[in-house]
């Protein structure tokens, strides 16, 4: 018996030990103190792996530093990855009271910015842009990040789609670019089928 009430009151955070004599308990005391002192130590993320929602801001934002792995573009499955933007996007509009998804009018001025130089460069020969070209799809990047700066709900969509990280892949590809264009379209047309409203 005596070995038994030295193994249990050995560990040092004082699971199982023995209530002290001046109080007269009998029994063992229980952790519900080691839980409370340490129950606030891992709310600062979710189930998800994001942390907690307090951090948020109202679209659903979080500003800490991105940690996903960027996947390029592919030909193949590029209107896929256009829809699971939106559909996470929708989520999020039905999670955080209409505030997910941004306007149909505001993502149709986003793909404006880059339908002129689409339709020159389409009609080009050449397989790589000339440097007014990748000049003109940087001065594109900068105005993305201006409206994300405005509207928080097009901060969201830019970050979801990973439109800067896209837009830095394209280099000098005439191929690249025309790529992302086209996925730009399939963000619209699925904003379109998920609800988005003028």
């Given at each position: 018996m005596i070995v038994e009430e030295n193994a249990l009151g050995s560990d040092?955070?004082?699971?199982g030990q023995k209530s002290g004599s001046a109080s007269g308990g009998s029994g063992y005391r229980n952790n519900d103190q080691y839980n409370e002192r340490n129950n606030g130590r891992n709310n600062t993320k979710n189930n998800d792996g994001y942390r907690d929602r307090n951090n948020r801001n109202e679209d659903g934002y979080n500003g800490d530093v991105d940690m996903r792995t960027h996947v390029p573009l592919d030909g193949k499955k590029y209107v896929d990855d256009a829809e699971g933007v939106i559909r996470k996007l929708a989520d999020k509009k039905a999670e955080w009271r209409d505030s997910g998804l941004l306007s149909t009018s505001k993502i149709?001025?986003?793909?404006?910015?880059?339908?002129?130089?689409y339709d020159e460069v389409r009609r080009e020969r050449k397989e790589t842009l000339s440097e007014e070209e990748q000049s003109r799809i940087q001065y594109i990047?900068?105005?993305?990040?201006?409206?994300?700066?405005?509207?928080?709900?097009?901060k969201s969509f830019v970050y979801e789609?990973?439109?800067?990280?896209?837009?830095?892949?394209?280099?000098?590809?005439?191929?690249?670019?025309?790529?992302f264009c086209r996925y730009m379209e399939a963000l619209v047309a699925y904003h379109r089928y998920y609800g988005g409203k003028e």
């Open positions: 040092s955070r004082g699971f149709r001025n986003l793909l404006s910015m880059i339908t002129s130089l990047r900068l105005h993305f990040a201006y409206e994300a700066g405005r509207d928080t709900k097009v789609a990973d439109i800067f990280s896209h837009i830095q892949d394209i280099g000098n590809s005439k191929e690249r670019f025309l790529l």
